[in-house]
């Protein structure tokens, strides 16, 4: 269980300001909200979590407005005054709360930041927008990364990719939040006795038409208040991750991988899908991610065997026996699940796609060695970039006799050449890829 450092107290706003800078510093927000929410007050932690990820998913909005409104760039070390005036601008463009609340507690934090040189700066940024804002929205209203809130590089490469619809449809999702969806354990519950159990604990919800074990609630609550969360009847995992299990086609007496596979929620439910798989092996790269994978398997009674190694690796860690089935889910842009990490706007970079396709290409390679044959391997991203999809497995295919890629019959998501690809949907599943691979005849290396 991670713990996190002892922080003094701060008001929401200023651990928000602090959680921004660091990630303008080029930390994650996965990484930083354990650390920073214990030191707000628990009334206001969902206050902090709103001011973090709004005021992340409009940054390349807000990052203009900063440029406009501050006459002098601020050094990095005052980086925590640059996320307190994120905070407040998000609140004036984008919250239901009062512009004078706002602006009289934003304008407060900087004496709990330890920077009460600033109060004047900040005060006059804020006034200054609330005074020109439809001004400054309309001076903004043909300016691309604006309107759309997304960094020119990505707003690029999907409009080489997608027809503008799906474009817009794309951008759109992002910059919402995105729904809490559950997976029933089948094993346990039926997902029609465990929606009933959410309608007596007063939890509105409804079936996810795709994923045949999910729900999905109207509104997010805390785990603890979901009806025998803590006895594994449920977990939380998006609808599109939740379709992976059954592109497996998991049958008795298979030997399973799950290739990178922290958090675990795919890891969990192909066990709950089939319990009668021969052994599970997952991998993971990151010891401490493997820790969530471990709680996971133990709050639902499941086993697996985790390895901590790079997939890629296999002296590493393969035993020379083949598998039946893997689950390759590659590290990715995370291109499809922006809405529910909004510092993706500012810490992924161009290059990072090409370092991202040289590692699913290794990955892909390697772990087709440890296939059975007449094995099936599932490759899956969270990202919409073809590249890091189609494009894998196009290349990956090309010159080799021992695979068949197999046609994904399903309702969900768009037909790609190689697979099917599902865009982030408001109100709906995050952005996920899908290619079934078969292998046959033998192996040339």
Not at 253 to 274: I, N, S, W, Y
Not at 281 to 306: H, I, Q, W
Not at 317 to 338: E, M
Not at 361 to 376: C, F, K, P, V
Request: proline share 5%.
């Amino acid at each position: 269980m991670y713990k996190s450092k002892k922080l003094k107290m701060l008001p929401p706003r200023a651990a928000a300001a602090k959680v921004i800078a660091n990630v303008l510093r080029g930390q994650s927000l996965s990484t930083l909200l354990p650390e920073y929410v214990d030191s707000v007050a628990e009334k206001d932690r969902s206050l902090f979590k709103e001011m973090c990820f709004g005021s992340l998913r409009w940054y390349p909005q807000i990052a203009i407005l900063i440029k406009q409104l501050v006459q002098k760039p601020l050094k990095e070390k005052d980086l925590e005054i640059q996320g307190l005036i994120a905070c407040g601008l998000y609140q004036l463009a984008h919250m239901r709360i009062s512009e004078h609340a706002s602006i009289n507690e934003t304008v407060a934090a900087t004496k709990a930041l330890n920077r009460i040189w600033a109060k004047g700066l900040v005060n006059a940024v804020l006034r200054t927008f609330q005074r020109e804002k439809l001004a400054l929205l309309d001076e903004y209203k043909d300016h691309l990364v604006f309107q759309h809130a997304h960094p020119k590089w990505l707003i690029k490469k999907l409009n080489e990719a997608w027809p503008p619809n799906d474009v817009l449809s794309i951008i759109e999702a992002n910059n919402q939040r995105g729904p809490m969806t559950l997976r029933v354990n089948t094993t346990k519950i039926s997902r029609n006795d465990y929606l009933a159990k959410l309608k007596d604990a007063d939890i509105q919800a409804h079936k996810t038409p795709n994923a045949s074990s999910g729900i999905q609630l109207l509104s997010a609550v805390d785990v603890t208040q979901l009806p025998e969360f803590a006895s594994g009847a449920v977990s939380v995992q998006d609808e599109a991750a939740q379709l992976a299990a059954s592109l497996l086609q998991l049958e008795s007496g298979q030997r399973v991988l799950d290739a990178c596979c922290a958090p675990g929620g795919k890891t969990c439910h192909m066990l709950e899908m089939q319990p009668k798989i021969a052994s599970l092996v997952g991998v993971d790269s990151e010891p401490r991610r493997l820790v969530r994978v471990k709680e996971n398997l133990t709050r639902l009674d499941l086993c697996a065997k985790l390895i901590a190694a790079d997939a890629g690796e296999l002296t590493s860690w393969w035993d020379k026996k083949p598998f039946q089935r893997i689950l390759l889910d590659a590290p990715c842009s995370a291109t499809g699940v922006i809405r529910r990490h909004p510092d993706i706007k500012i810490l992924r970079k161009p290059a990072d796609i090409d370092k991202l396709i040289t590692t699913q290409t290794r990955l892909l390679q390697r772990l087709w060695q440890t296939l059975a044959n007449e094995g099936i391997l599932v490759y899956a991203t969270c990202s919409v970039l073809p590249e890091e999809n189609d494009h894998i497995v196009k290349s990956f295919i090309e010159g080799r006799v021992d695979v068949e890629v197999v046609t994904i019959q399903a309702t969900w998501g768009k037909t790609t050449p190689y697979g099917r690809q599902l865009f982030p949907v408001p109100k709906g599943h995050d952005g996920f890829y899908y290619a079934k691979l078969r292998k046959v005849g033998q192996t040339i290396e």
